[in-house]
């Protein structure tokens, strides 16, 4: 058999990038999309196929797929990792931005699932490997665009699985912790921008600067282990249905699976303070 093909999402910085990556090492034919295209270069010169990919465009995502089945006639693996942090009061947060953190983490992975299932079915096999968060599984203040929709890719990944398996194909859901990414960076600049001088603006320094400190901090992990979880996912003759990837990804959310929900708050606002100093 030749070798396997996968589409990776989001792969231009940070687990994306790392799981192209990784991929192409273990034997995979790899593509990776995202939009900045410039910044996937360094994948390109290590043999990695890159795609201009916006999962809120129709046209990029129905073009990308099909540019991979013409090349190959199969997808056998596609990882979802598109995706971003929209953080600030549900109160100053503008529901256009909400439907856009929809449209990106939820809607254009539920896309770029629907486009890949016909020839994946036709091969009565295949793979789907969507980047969630432990975030899917807690909450924090301020967060709650961003894990409205990691719960729905949580609720969704698993109605999938049950939907897919009698065609052969598998459902694995990633949920790392911190990662050492700008992802929390980004996300904490724009919820001091949301939220930063009103209200909320004690909270929002606070929680914007544990956000930002998992860009550094000695509790978040490289984005290889989390990579190292998708490869798993990717190439395990059983691959699990859930990967808590990373520092701290398992002791917190056993701590949410235990404690009461008011004891829980207390732990995590102690825990970001500490992080935000």
Do not use: C
């Amino acid at each position: 058999m030749s070798q396997p093909i996968a589409f990776v999402t989001g792969a231009s910085t940070g687990i994306g990038f790392e799981a192209a990556r990784k991929l192409s090492e273990h034997g995979f034919t790899v593509y990776a999309g995202a939009r900045r295209v410039e910044k996937m270069e360094p994948l390109k010169a290590g043999g990695v196929n890159v795609l201009a990919l916006d999962v809120t465009d129709e046209a990029s995502m129905a073009g990308a797929v099909a540019a991979i089945l013409e090349a190959h006639g199969r997808i056998d693996v596609l990882v979802n990792n598109a995706g971003y942090g929209s953080y600030g009061s549900l109160e100053e947060v503008e529901l256009a931005e909400g439907r856009r953190q929809f449209e990106v983490n939820v809607f254009g992975l539920a896309r770029m699932t629907q486009l890949v299932l016909p020839a994946m079915r036709a091969a009565a096999q295949g793979r789907i490997i969507n980047v969630s968060s432990i975030g899917g599984k807690m909450y924090e203040p301020l967060g709650a665009w961003y894990h409205a929709t990691k719960f729905a890719v949580e609720g969704l990944s698993d109605s999938l699985r049950l939907e897919l398996k009698p065609h052969g194909i598998t459902v694995s859901i990633i949920e790392p912790a911190g990662t050492q990414t700008e992802w929390g960076g980004i996300s904490g600049e724009s919820l001091l921008a949301t939220s930063g001088h009103g209200p909320y603006g004690d909270q929002a320094k606070i929680v914007a600067g544990a956000l930002a400190s998992t860009s550094s901090s000695s509790m978040a992990t490289h984005p290889g282990v989390i990579a190292d979880a998708i490869v798993h996912a990717a190439t395990a003759p059983r691959p699990k249905t859930r990967y808590p990837a990373g520092k701290g990804a398992r002791a917190i959310l056993t701590l949410r699976r235990l404690l009461p929900d008011t004891m829980f708050d207390v732990v995590l606002w102690t825990i970001y303070k500490r992080f935000a100093r």
